[in-house]
């Protein structure tokens, strides 16, 4: 019996989005089945922590490296821009904790200049310190360490001659006290139970970085220029995988997840930070921006499709999309070690598609946006070029340059 052209386009987008999801909940069970790395005591590692702002998690997360799990020796640096940065308080109470503890932590007043804040603190940090290491090991201030095996992102840079960066996948588990934003829960679902989790989306994508939480070795971030050459750049772990990669390097993500407690977002926030992922990927692999409406949203317009062929076939393999989508959610969700609790998996299968559709549309309208009253451009190189001061833009637009 034959089918109409929507029936046939709704078999056949089924069948391609059944197929890249079950294989993605594959690569993800076998990784998180692997074994984790040894240790790495020979290795001396530099831990940076570029931190900007005020925020309200910082108490909880800056003095959490003191409970993570690791056997090397580390020095931690607290990365503030100046004295009148207001996560500075923050920062000094938790350098002055972990020193009481027994491990050298400070912090670095780095004056950092460009575009990416981020990357000129890592930059300025790095050319700072004078006590030998092997690892860069950067944590963003959002990052819950308590617990962390950290030895999964460093040992194996010890282990392999070839390997250059270790990623952990980043999730978002909120605040300690479990408050939050509809925006919140949105992000978290995006992160944590959609094929966009980056503990699933890492075994599909085997080219990303993100740099929430990952470990460089010293001397392959020499031989691309440091992170001063990356300060341009938005998607500045992107932009290093790349150039990692481009020299011979490998770059692999980690057994384990990067925990943030970032919280209290509008919606338009948290649209603009997805937006800006998304706009990293158009400038950088722009060849993949057709991926996101064709397998990381795709549920929903299957389902309509089939219902407008009104055809069994189509209608029974867009049920079959259905099962599927909230098995990647359930897989997700396990993956990131929260309780997978199947009458919340369809809430948040359908608040991460939406979102991720909704940042879509807004990475595709523009390349621009506004940081701390500098509007800014990315060009298709991927680079931010400022276009002026500006005044009076929304505080919800005012965003900082983190991945």
């Known amino acids: 019996m034959g089918w109409s052209a929507l029936g046939m386009a709704s078999l056949g987008w089924s069948a391609l989005v059944v197929s890249v999801e079950l294989e993605a909940v594959r690569r993800s069970l076998f990784r998180r089945l692997a074994p984790l790395p040894g240790a790495a005591r020979a290795t001396r590692v530099l831990i940076v922590r570029p931190c900007a702002g005020r925020e309200p998690w910082l108490d909880a997360t800056l003095p959490s490296l003191a409970s993570a799990r690791r056997s090397f020796a580390a020095s931690c640096r607290f990365a503030v821009a100046d004295a009148t940065d207001a996560a500075l308080p923050a920062a000094r109470d938790a350098a002055a ?42 944590a963003d201030s959002d990052v819950d360490l308590d617990g ?38 949105a992000s978290a679902s995006l992160l944590g139970a959609s094929l966009h989790a980056f503990p699933i989306l890492a075994g599909l994508d085997p080219a990303g970085l993100v740099g929430k939480l990952f470990a460089v070795k010293r001397g392959a971030l020499a031989e691309v220029g440091g992170f001063e050459a990356l300060v341009g750049y938005l998607g500045e772990d992107m932009e290093l995988a790349r150039r990692l990669r481009a020299r011979g390097h490998a770059v692999e993500a980690a057994p384990i997840v990067a925990r943030s407690r970032v919280s209290g977002r509008t919606w338009r926030q948290v649209e603009a930070r997805i937006a800006r992922w998304i706009t990293v990927i158009r400038a950088q692999r722009p060849a993949l921006l057709v991926s996101y409406p064709a397998l990381f949203f795709a549920t929903l317009p299957i389902v309509l499709l089939a219902a407008a062929s009104g055809e069994p076939a189509p209608v029974a393999a867009a049920l079959v999309a259905v099962a599927v989508r909230l098995l990647v959610a359930a897989a997700a969700t396990s993956a990131t070690g929260a309780r997978v609790r199947p009458r919340r998996l369809v809430l948040d299968a359908l608040l991460a598609d939406g979102l991720l559709a909704a940042a879509f549309t807004r990475a595709l309208r523009s390349r621009d946006f506004v940081w701390r009253d500098v509007a800014l451009t990315v060009d298709r190189g991927g680079r931010l070029r400022s276009r002026g001061a500006v005044s009076g833009a929304p505080a919800e637009d005012r965003v900082r340059l983190r991945t």
């Open 148 to 185: 962390t095996d950290l030895d999964a992102l460093v040992a194996p840079l010890a282990a392999r001659a070839d390997l250059a960066a270790v990623w952990a996948p980043p999730v978002e588990i909120g605040r300690e006290d479990g408050s939050g934003t509809f925006a919140d829960r």
């Open 97 to 138: 904790g972990l020193a009481a503890k027994g491990l050298d932590a400070s912090v670095i007043l780095t004056s950092a200049q460009g575009p990416n804040r981020k990357a000129a603190q890592l930059a300025a940090v790095i050319a700072a310190e004078r006590a030998p290491f092997e690892v860069v090991l950067v």
